[in-house]
């Protein structure tokens, strides 16, 4: 969604690098840079005025005050990054749990936001956090709301309370009161409500939202926004603020396109911060918005704290020490091994979005969005075409074999050639690694890496000296 701006952010301090020392000219243009930068991402006027503002009268106040000697432009890059944090929130908000359980979420936002998906998407992260939540079906008014509600609540494994069929039947109140006492007589923790939503904000709207609120009195109430639809975001957020009111904003389909104008908006002309973000259709595309890991991602500089988080959760532990033990021991890396390994990364998702949150992923942009998401899966079926033995010692695959694994595969023997290839050439890396040497590419002695054996030189040759003395006394430097 932000690769347009962080194009444009970089260029801007790319510039700014080049110029060495940096006068407040150069400031200037900087900052009319990032300024039209952020108007074109369809961020609200307000908001770029302010924040184009901060950025040039802390950048002038710092150029004062910096050192012969220091790194300027990264001075002020910091001054963008932290500015950039504070308009998306400042810092992350949690949940506000109930003192006495359940705790009371309601959601709401227009219609096709997304809140049905979003509710089980919410109901997964805190249930495999050890809670015990159960969602809520109070949209009765959008055709087969009730039914999508049930489908995915059973997806994720989670109940849904649903007395009243929907499509137009039964009042959302009851449903939303009546859930309340049921969560508590069976001990949930959780109570998500899916409320209706319409096409755009209307006095019927709100006066329903504000009935279910008064009858459950939730101790969050999170408006649930499209970041796609750009200014009409922040204006339906500002609605529903004034009617209703919400304590923080969920941030749907942000793996979409569109130029990211509403998340750079919303949380400073509502003063409420984004609270969590969906990033792609899957149920495990959510997790807790990080004002300060979207701004690094849009300076480019990536996202490698929440890549280490899905690495943490996708890897397993056990897995991982005896994936070590083995390098450390000397044993050698095998199919079996590489096949865990990718199993554990189809865990992490689109490995799209795992390459975009790389520092300088924005460089890549090309690459990434032509890499062949179903490799993953074609080389996984090589693998597993393979018996226990071979997938342990690639020296018995003959030529039959690899016919036969190619063709349990549906692939090609080229294919399983290749992968063969490649698997092999990362055996004896790994190995020289192991060794003391280095990665290809690399210098020996890089950090983390044992340094590269050293090898002694063979001494230099003696030079034969002349004969003539003049000539021997100029070859000695006697003679200037």
């Known amino acids: ?71 300027q432009a990264q001075a002020i890059f910091d001054v963008v990054n932290q500015e950039l944090t504070q308009i998306l929130g400042g810092g992350a908000r949690r949940i506000r749990f109930a003192k006495k359980p359940p705790t009371v979420i309601m959601l709401a936002g ?12 919410l109901a997964k992260f805190y249930k495999d956090q050890g809670e015990t939540p159960i969602l ?7 055709p087969n709301a009730v039914n999508q509600l049930q489908v995915v609540g059973q997806s994720v494994g989670v109940p849904v309370f649903a007395p009243e069929p929907g499509n137009g039947v039964g009042n959302p109140v ?55 639809i750009g200014q009409d975001a922040v204006r339906t957020a500002q609605a529903f603020q004034d009617g209703v009111g919400f304590d923080g904003v969920v941030l749907t389909k942000l793996d979409g396109d569109a130029r990211g104008g509403a998340a750079l908006s919303i949380a400073a002309l509502t003063g409420r911060p984004i609270m969590f973000a969906s990033t792609g259709e899957k149920i495990s595309d959510f997790d807790i918005f990080y004002p300060e890991r979207m701004a690094s991602r849009i300076l480019g500089m990536g996202d490698v704290a929440t890549l280490a988080e899905q690495a943490k959760k996708a890897f397993d532990g056990d897995s991982a020490k005896k994936l070590e033990d083995k390098f450390l021991s000397g044993e050698d890396f095998t199919l079996d091994d590489f096949l865990e390994q990718l199993e554990a990364m189809s865990k992490m998702g689109s490995m799209g979005k795992l390459l975009g949150m790389l520092p300088g992923a924005g460089a890549m942009k090309k690459q990434i969005e032509n890499f062949d998401e179903s490799e993953i899966t074609r080389t996984k079926s090589i693998v597993q075409s393979m018996t226990p ?18 063709l349990g595969a549906g692939r090609k ?68």
């Open 1 to 71: 969604m932000f690769d347009s701006l962080s194009s444009k952010f970089a260029g801007a301090f790319g510039a700014l690098r080049a110029r060495g020392k940096i006068s407040e000219k150069d400031i200037e243009l900087t900052t009319l840079e990032i300024r039209q930068a952020l108007l074109e991402a369809d961020v609200a006027l307000e908001v770029v005025e302010s924040f184009t503002a901060q950025v040039q009268s802390k950048s002038l106040e710092l150029l004062s005050t910096l050192q012969a000697g220091t790194n």
């Open 110 to 121: 227009l219609q096709g936001a997304g809140k049905t998906t979003l509710a089980a998407k």
């Open 136 to 142: 809520v079906a109070s949209d009765l008014q959008r």
């Open 174 to 228: 009851t449903v939303a009161r009546d859930a309340i006492a049921f969560a508590t007589s069976k001990l949930h923790s959780m109570v998500i409500v899916d409320t209706a939503g319409r096409l755009g904000v209307d006095q019927e709207l709100m006066n329903e939202a504000i009935a279910i609120r008064d009858a459950v009195t939730p101790d969050e109430i999170l408006f649930v926004v499209d970041s796609m």
């Open 389 to 406: 033995k071979e997938r342990r010692d690639l020296k018995v695959l003959n030529g039959s074999r690899r016919a036969r694994i190619a």
């Open 413 to 480: 023997v080229s294919d399983v050639n290749a992968l063969v290839d490649k698997f092999t050439a990362a055996q004896k890396m790994m190995k020289q690694m192991r060794n003391g040497g280095s990665m290809p590419g690399m210098p020996a002695g890089m950090p983390g890496l044992p340094p590269a054996p050293s090898k002694t030189a063979p001494p230099a040759k003696k030079k034969s000296k002349s004969g003539n003395p003049a000539k021997r006394a100029l070859e000695n430097g006697t003679i200037s």
